[in-house]
T-cell receptor, first 113, second 114 residues
Framework: AQTVTQSQPEMSVQEAETVTLSCTYD???????LFWYKQPPSRQMILVIR??????QNATENRFSVNFQKAAKSFSLKISDSQLGDTAMYFC??????????FGDGTTLTVKP | ETGVTQSPTHLIKTRGQQVTLRCSSQ?????VSWYQQALGQGPQFIFQ???????GRGNFPPRFSGLQFPNYSSELNVNALELDDSALYLC?????????????FGPGTRLTVL
């Protein structure tokens, strides 16, 4: 069974600084997808960034980028120039090709002014 | 284009009762997934529906069942409610089944079982 581990339950960062959230996963699959989702206090979950396992190039979306290490089964999220609106719970998720998703237990990120 | 909506927002039931939660998918999306999110935890995959057929199921007992309708809206039914069923129930729709497509989440239904 696939598992996703987020080892940092809570993190904080000063506004405008950079923070990295960690995620490791376990799978025997070779082809899969990895995601970071953001769940603000209002609770609606939104996609932050997506990575296909067959792509070696790390995904980037504006201030958000990932460090995908397939052999190490590691998928960290870097947030640059942190903003107050980045305060949220962040979930790392793994998706099999058939569509079943497995989520980690989340990291609560607080951006301080 | 409307997003994913869920009803009701909150629900209180007693142990042993049955509940039905509803989800309207985003326009054009034919795939709906349901998740259970206990307080302080990540979402747990319950099942996915694609074009009215169950397309995958997580580790949930048969008293969790679902339906998807021709308009791709969906229902989650839970029978014989237990205290541990208290959670936020999320549905998410996507344009295609699997393939790493973006899932669009609804705001959730908060179920409390007393």
């Amino acid at each position: 069974a696939q598992t996703v581990t987020q080892s940092q339950p809570e993190m904080s960062v000063q506004e405008a600084e950079t923070v990295t959230l960690s995620c490791t996963y376990d799978t025997s699959e070779n082809n899969y997808y990895l995601f970071w989702y953001k769940q603000p206090p209002s609770r609606q979950m939104i996609l932050v960034i997506r990575q296909e396992a067959y792509k070696q190039q790390n995904a980037t979306e504006n201030r958000f980028s990932v460090n995908f290490q397939k052999a190490a089964k590691s998928f960290s999220l870097k947030i640059s120039d942190s903003q107050l609106g980045d305060t949220a719970m962040y979930f790392c998720a793994f998706e099999e090709l058939v569509g079943k998703s497995t989520f980690g237990d989340g990291t609560t990120l607080t951006v301080k002014p | 284009e409307t997003g994913v909506t869920q009803s009701p927002t909150h629900l209180i039931k007693t142990r042993g009762q049955q509940v039905t939660l509803r989800c309207s998918s985003q326009s054009g999306h034919n795939t709906v997934s349901w998740y259970q999110q206990a307080l302080g935890q990540g979402p747990q995959f319950i099942f996915q529906y694609y074009r009215e057929e169950e397309n995958g199921r997580g580790n949930f007992p048969p008293r969790f069942s679902g339906l998807q309708f021709p308009n791709y809206s969906s229902e989650l039914n839970v029978n014989a409610l237990e205290l541990d069923d208290s959670a936020l129930y999320l549905c998410a729709s996507s344009l295609v089944r699997g393939g790493g497509d973006t899932q669009y989440f609804g705001p959730g239904t908060r179920l409390t079982v007393l």
